[in-house]
C-alpha cells in the first residue's frame, strides 16, 4: 500500500468488552511497531515485530494486551476486558530491516466509556 | 539497554527566534538517529535522520548533527515560524531495529 493503513481510525467501546485494532503495514517493511500515545503524553511502545515474530514485547502493559502478526504483513492488537485506562490513541508503524525510517500511520483513538 | 533523553517543555518562543531541543542516547553500536514532528491533529512524521557519526540531517530549515563523542543530536533551526508549533520526537534505531523515542517537546511559537 502506500502508506501504513489503521484500522477502525475511532472506536468507542463499553468497559469490558474485548477490541481488536488492525494495522497494514507499507508492503515489504519486514519491522512493525505498535505505540500508544495517552492524551498530551509522549509515545508509549508496545511490541515490536520482525516478520511474524516479536523479539520486543516489553511494553505490553498486562496480559489483557496481546498482538499477532501474519504473513509478515498485517498486525492485530487485541485487548481484552478493556479498562477506562486503555483509552488512548494506539499507532502503528513500520519500516524496512536497517537505519531506515518508520512510517506511522494515523493511529486508532480507543474510547473505553 | 538503548535509550532516549530529550529536553523537556513546553518550549515557548517568539516568531524568528532560535531554537535548540536536546536530545542525548544510550546505545550500543552505531544507531540511526532520527527527529518526528508531530503538527496538531495530525500523526506523526519524519522530520530529519543522521546514520553515522557527523552526519548532518535537515530538512524545512532544521537541523542536527550525529555527535558520537557526546551521543548527542541536537536539533536547531535558526528562524522559528508559527507554523512550526508542534511536538517534536527524538528517536534511535539500534542494532535490534527496535525503534525508541524519547518524551516528547512542545513548541509553541508566538507572533
Known amino acids: 500500500g502506500a502508506g501504513v493503513s489503521q484500522s477502525p481510525s475511532n472506536k468507542v467501546t463499553e468497559k469490558g468488552k474485548d477490541v481488536e485494532l488492525r494495522c497494514d503495514p507499507i508492503?515489504?517493511?519486514?519491522?512493525l511497531y505498535w505505540y500508544r500515545q495517552s492524551l498530551g503524553q509522549g509515545l508509549e511502545f508496545l511490541i515490536y515485530f520482525q516478520g511474524n515474530s516479536a523479539p520486543d514485547k516489553s511494553g505490553l502493559p498486562s496480559d489483557r494486551f496481546s498482538a499477532e502478526r501474519t504473513g509478515g504483513s498485517v498486525s492485530t492488537l487485541t485487548i481484552q476486558r478493556t479498562q477506562q485506562e486503555d483509552s488512548a490513541v494506539y499507532l502503528c508503524?513500520?519500516?524496512?530491516?536497517?537505519?531506515?525510517?518508520?512510517?506511522f500511520g494515523q493511529g486508532t483513538r480507543l474510547t473505553v466509556v | 539497554g538503548d535509550s532516549v533523553t530529550q529536553m523537556e517543555g513546553p518550549v515557548t518562543l517568539s516568531e524568528e527566534a532560535f531554537l535548540t531541543i536536546n536530545c542525548t542516547y544510550t546505545a550500543t553500536g552505531y544507531p540511526s538517529l532520527f527527529w518526528y514532528v508531530q503538527y496538531p491533529g495530525e500523526g506523526l512524521q519524519l522530520l530529519l535522520k543522521?546514520?553515522?557519526?557527523?552526519d548532518k540531517g535537515s530538512n524545512k530549515g532544521f537541523e542536527a548533527t550525529y555527535r558520537k563523542e557526546t551521543t548527542s543530536f541536537h536539533l536547531e533551526k535558526g528562524s522559528v515560524q508559527v507554523s512550526d508549533s508542534a511536538v517534536y520526537f527524538c528517536a534511535l534505531k539500534g542494532a535490534t531495529n527496535k525503534l525508541i523515542f524519547g518524551t516528547g517537546t512542545l513548541l509553541a511559537v508566538q507572533p
Open positions: 543522521a546514520t553515522k557519526a557527523d
Open positions: 508492503s515489504g517493511h519486514t519491522a
Open positions: 508503524a513500520s519500516s524496512q530491516i536497517g537505519n531506515t525510517e518508520a512510517f
